[in-house]
């Protein structure tokens, strides 16, 4: 924590249009990944990324908005929810897990909290194709020291497995393992988030998968 290099969350408007064609609805909800920390403007990080991406796999307009908040839990996004836009959503993307990693989330909370999530966003736009980004194997991550980068790609893992049992058992919710390149250039220049190249090829995987 002493040493890593802490970036801001993106510039720009945490909402856009993009496409053309029927209208549809993104909501991204989640931590520094929907705040865009590691690219300079949000459009091109995740959130206005993954947009286009849509846009383009369905021959769409979308109109998406982010709610992103750098540093945050799955407890904190929980806290939140009356915050979030009340647009009813077709795709949600809940991007949460690392936090929870490194603050020491036991697997029973993550799951309660997690179950708890998943399950107010699919109340909140009953219609929405749910899209959980898997928690990823932080083992990659060039920031992280070993034995530390170890310890955490374990503790990722084990919280993912459990990602993948509560998205299995809520209707209209699916996992997505989150791609993570074992290449240092993939990342931004903390070495810890994806920089605007990675979030624009984990778009493409995310809205293949809808």
């Known amino acids: 924590k002493r040493t890593a290099r802490r970036l801001p969350p993106a510039d720009g408007p ?3 249009i993009v496409g053309s064609g029927p209208t549809r609805h993104l909501l991204l909800v989640g931590d520094s990944i929907i705040a865009g920390v590691g690219v300079e403007q949000l459009a091109d990080a995740l959130p206005g990324q993954l947009a286009r991406a849509l846009a383009q796999r369905h ?3 979308v109109e998406w ?16 929810l009356p915050e979030i836009p009340a647009i009813r959503a077709d795709w949600i993307l809940v991007s949460v897990g690392v936090n ?3 603050r020491l989330t036991t697997a029973r909370a993550w799951r309660q909290r997690l179950t708890a999530l998943l ?3 699919t109340i909140h736009s009953p219609q929405a194709q749910v899209l959980l980004a898997g928690v990823p194997p932080m083992q990659r ?8 980068r170890q310890a955490f790609g374990w503790r990722a893992a084990r919280l993912d497995r459990v990602g993948q049992q509560v998205a299995a058992e809520i ?8 791609p993570v390149p074992d290449d240092p ?3 931004a220049s903390d070495g810890y988030h994806p920089n605007a190249l990675a979030c624009a090829q984990w778009a493409r995987v995310i809205a293949e998968g809808t």
């Open 100 to 102: 929870d990693v490194t």
């Open 14 to 16: 945490t909402s856009g």
């Open 141 to 148: 991550f060039p920031a992280l020291p070993s034995p530390l």
């Open 171 to 178: 209707e209209n919710v699916h996992h997505l393992a989150t």
């Open 119 to 121: 399950t107010a966003l």
């Open 59 to 61: 021959q769409c307009r």
């Open 65 to 80: 908005h982010a709610h992103g908040d750098n540093g945050a839990s799955c407890a904190d996004l929980l806290r939140q």
């Open 185 to 187: 250039t993939a990342f």
